[in-house]
C-alpha cells in the first residue's frame, strides 16, 4: 500500500475579506447601470451564504476591473501558478525529508488555466527535478481531482513501491470570473471560489518502509463513481472570454441521492461501516453541500469542521481544497483516533466522485 508522507498548501499573498471581493466584483461583474441594482442585491445575499470569510487571490484586488481577455487572464495562470506551484512540491518534499530528485512521477492538476508545455514541465527545471521524471497533467476533473489524482498516484505505486510520487493542485479561480456576466451562477462562484495550491508526497509500500515512514497514512483502497445525466451539473463552456462557470442547484440533491450508498458499499468491501470511519476528509464545495454529507451519512454534526473552517478561510479552492483539509488533518489529528479509518471525499464535473479509504 502506498503511504501519504506529506501534504502541504500554498497560498496568493493577496488576502481580502469577503465583504471587499464583494464590492470590487460587483463592480467588475455588473457594471454601474441602474439596472443592475437588483443583481448586486442578489450578488451580496449569494456572497453572504457562501460562509466564506477570507480569500487570497492571485492578483492584488484593483487588477480584477481591468484583467484583459482569456489570454490575459491565462498568462497570470501560467505566472503564479509556476511560482506557487513550485512553492507547494518544495514545501512538499522538504516536509517528506525529500529533495527533487528523489521523484519519479509528478502528477499535475488544474482546471482554471491551460498551458503547453503543461505546468509540470515548466517548473521541472526551476526545482530540480530529474531529466526522466515521469509526467502526468490532468486537466477537467475540478473540484474531484484532489481526491482522484491520490486515487491515481496509488494505481501507479501498486506496480511501482520502490517509487517517490507527487501530486501538484494549482488553482486560481479569481482568473476565470467573467465580467458582464449577471448568471446566477457566475455571481454564486465569485462569492464561493478563491485562489491557492497544495503538493502531496506519496510513496510506494516499499520506498515508505525502507525510509522509515510506517506510521505515515497509507492508502488502503479508492473507488471512482461517474452518475447519469448530470454532465451539465458542473463544470465550463469554454468560449471566446475564458471559462464561464456552470452550476447547478442539485448538488447537494446528488449528494442526498447517490453518496451514502456509494459510501456503504465502499467501506462494506472491506468490512467496515460508516460507524467505523473516525475522520472525513471532505472537499468543502459549500455549505449546502457539506451539510448534506453530513445528513446523508448520519455523521455527528462536528465531522465536517476542518471542512468548514478550510471554506470559510480561503473559499473553495476547486482541487486544491480537500489537499488543504487534508493538511490540517494530519496535522491535528488525535493520536487517540490514529488506529481508526479515515475517508477523504471530493465531487466535481461528471457529475462524479471520488473515495479514498485511509489507515495507519
Known amino acids: 500500500m502506498s503511504r501519504i508522507v506529506a501534504a502541504r498548501a500554498v497560498l496568493p499573498e493577496h488576502v481580502y475579506s469577503q465583504e471587499q471581493i464583494t464590492g470590487v466584483l460587483a463592480d467588475a461583474l455588473l457594471g454601474d447601470e441602474p439596472a443592475a441594482v437588483v443583481r448586486r442585491e442578489l450578488m451580496r445575499r449569494l456572497h453572504t451564504a457562501a460562509e466564506v470569510r477570507t480569500r487570497h487571490l492571485a492578483l492584488p484586488l484593483d487588477r480584477y476591473r481591468d484583467l484583459g481577455g482569456f489570454g490575459a487572464a491565462n498568462d497570470v495562470w501560467i505566472d503564479v501558478g509556476r511560482r506557487l506551484g513550485s512553492d507547494a512540491v518544495a514545501a512538499a518534499l522538504a516536509a517528506a525529508g525529500l529533495v527533487p530528485s528523489d521523484v519519479d512521477l509528478i502528477v499535475t492538476t488544474s482546471v482554471t488555466g491551460l498551458a503547453v508545455p ?3 514541465a515548466r517548473i521541472a527545471h526551476r526545482l530540480g527535478l530529474r531529466d526522466d521524471v515521469k509526467r502526468m497533467p490532468l486537466f477537467g476533473l475540478g473540484c474531484v481531482a484532489g481526491a482522484a489524482g491520490i486515487a491515481r498516484i496509488h494505481d501507479y505505486l501498486q506496480g511501482r513501491p520502490d517509487d517517490v510520487a507527487v501530486l501538484l493542485s494549482v488553482e486560481l479561480c ?5 465580467r458582464g ?4 451562477a457566475n455571481l454564486v ?7 491557492g495550491a497544495a503538493a502531496v508526497v506519496v510513496l510506494g509500500e516499499r520506498r515508505a518502509a525502507a525510509a522509515g515512514h510506517d506510521h505515515a497514512p497509507r492508502v488502503r483502497a479508492t473507488r471512482s463513481r461517474l452518475y447519469p445525466d448530470s454532465e451539465r451539473v458542473m463544470g465550463w463552456d469554454i468560449g471566446e472570454t475564458g471559462f464561464q462557470l456552470v452550476l447547478a442547484a442539485t448538488v447537494p440533491d446528488i449528494v442526498d441521492t447517490y453518496l451514502k450508498g456509494d459510501v456503504e458499499t465502499f467501506l462494506a468491501a472491506h468490512g467496515l461501516a460508516v460507524s467505523d470511519v473516525d475522520t472525513w476528509i471532505a472537499h468543502p464545495g459549500g455549505p449546502k453541500v457539506i451539510e448534506a454529507i453530513v445528513r446523508t451519512l448520519g ?3 462536528d465531522a465536517l469542521d476542518v471542512t468548514r473552517r478550510s471554506l470559510a478561510s ?3 479552492l476547486s482541487s486544491s481544497s480537500v489537499l488543504h483539509v487534508l493538511q490540517e488533518t494530519l496535522a491535528t489529528r ?3 483516533a490514529a488506529s481508526r479509518p479515515a475517508v477523504m471525499l471530493a465531487m466535481g464535473p461528471g457529475f462524479c466522485s471520488e473515495l479514498v479509504l485511509l489507515d495507519w
Open 118 to 120: 503543461s505546468l509540470d
Open 181 to 184: 456576466d449577471t448568471s446566477t
Open 314 to 316: 480561503v473559499g473553495n
Open 189 to 195: 462562484g465569485s462569492g464561493l471560489f478563491g485562489d
Open 174 to 178: 479569481s482568473l476565470t470570473f467573467q
Open 299 to 301: 455523521l455527528k454534526p
Open 334 to 336: 488525535d493520536p487517540v
